[in-house]
């Protein structure tokens, strides 16, 4: 399966900042999604990463907040403005390789601290 | 009532023992099963992958569904300290490209 590496893998951040997370894929892939996994909670889909246009933000998720980008097929960022407390959590980028019923494959995530 | 139930355990099991891992879930149109192995400090992995109803069996490990009680297993045969992690289960609609909707997830730990 592709190869999936982010950046930061984990990063102490102040309230009020933003941060950037990267995902880059060794290979061409049909979908880019973005999850938070919270202490003690489900992964939660963030959004989906629409290449050369929008994302598309599951509920209780905004495009201010979270702001999305991906310019081509294997790279992907995720923004977390205005950081409080409660962003604290593991950001996690997952793919699918190619059409059809493929699963989902996700990198190793960034775990990110809010002072 | 959430949409997949999973006991977040911990669940301990000492070496080559069966371990038995279950999630329930409500959505009838969730037609794809995975179970996701997870290690600390790790992404989340994936073990195995089935669509609709059945059985799947991958070396140690077999993957059951029955979408008519809405439940699904993963059974791992001589388990092994090296299967220490969190097992999360998700599942999806037939639509591809939708959210996996994810159990909290089981913390196993196998003695040596």
């Known amino acids: 399966s592709a190869v999936i590496s982010q950046k930061p893998s984990r990063d102490i951040c102040q309230r009020g900042t933003s941060l950037t997370i990267q995902c880059q894929v060794d290979?061409?892939?049909?979908?880019m999604f973005w999850y938070r996994q919270q202490p003690g909670q489900s992964l939660t889909l963030i959004a989906t990463?629409?290449?050369?246009?929008?994302?598309?933000?599951e509920s209780g998720f905004v495009i201010d907040k979270f702001p999305i980008s991906r310019p081509n097929l294997t790279f992907s960022t995720l923004t977390v403005s205005n950081m409080s407390p409660e962003d604290s959590s593991i950001y996690l980028c997952?793919?699918?390789?190619?059409?059809?019923?493929?699963?989902?494959?996700f990198g190793d995530g960034t775990r990110l601290s809010i002072l | 009532q959430k949409e997949v139930e999973q006991d977040p355990g911990p669940l301990s099991v000492p070496e080559g023992a069966i371990v038995s891992l279950n999630c329930t879930y409500s959505?009838?149109?969730?037609?794809?099963f995975m179970w996701y192995r997870q290690y600390s400090r790790k992404g989340p992995e994936l073990l195995m992958y089935?669509?609709?109803?059945g059985n799947k069996e991958d070396g140690r490990f077999t993957a059951q569904v029955d979408k008519s009680s809405k439940y699904i297993s993963l059974f791992i045969r001589d388990s092994q300290p090296s299967d220490s992690a969190t097992y999360l289960c998700?599942?999806?609609?037939?639509?591809?490209?939708?959210?996996?909707?994810f159990g909290k997830g089981t913390t196993l730990s196998v003695s040596s």
């Open positions: 997952s793919v699918v390789e190619s059409r059809g019923d493929q699963p989902q494959h």
């Open positions: 290979s061409q892939v049909t979908m």
């Open positions: 990463a629409n290449q050369g246009s929008e994302a598309t933000y």
């Open positions: 959505n009838s149109a969730f037609q794809y």
């Open positions: 089935t669509y609709s109803s």
């Open positions: 998700a599942m999806r609609s037939n639509q591809a490209g939708t959210a996996l909707i």
